[in-house]
């Protein structure tokens, strides 16, 4: 499956984004899907994740009540809705898809999108 990830951009703290994240190849209701980021000179962290069938989301703790996972099989496509904004959210976002039901842990991903940078400014 190929993923491509869209929506970032630059924004103001406080304010909100919704990164998409759109499959080919192959249908996404197989896949749990999830969020993970890279700022500079950091290691990969976790953002969120849901199942395959959307019943489960679970997220990181720095992220807990300010950003919402959400998918659509039909469409194909996974989103990560991103309210109150800080710059220390500032990343590059990825998205990915593992076979698992879902993992906080990247190396249980299977494929991964190019990544969409997220900028946020105090």
């Known amino acids: 499956v190929q993923l491509q990830a869209s929506g970032g951009g630059l924004v103001r703290a406080g304010g909100s984004l919704r990164l998409s994240c759109a499959a080919s190849g192959r249908t996404l209701s197989r896949y749990g899907m999830g969020w993970f980021r890279q700022a500079p000179g950091k290691e990969r962290e976790f953002v969120a994740a849901?199942?395959?069938?959307?019943?489960?989301?679970f997220y990181g703790d720095s992220v807990k009540g300010r950003f919402a996972i959400s998918r659509d099989n039909t469409k194909n496509t996974v989103w990560l809705q991103m309210n109150s904004l800080k710059p220390e959210d500032t990343a590059v976002y990825y998205c990915a898809a593992t076979y698992a039901s879902f993992s906080n842990d990247g190396n249980r991903y299977d494929y991964w999108g190019q990544g969409t940078l997220v900028t946020v400014s105090s």
């Open positions: 849901i199942t395959w069938d959307a019943g489960n989301t």
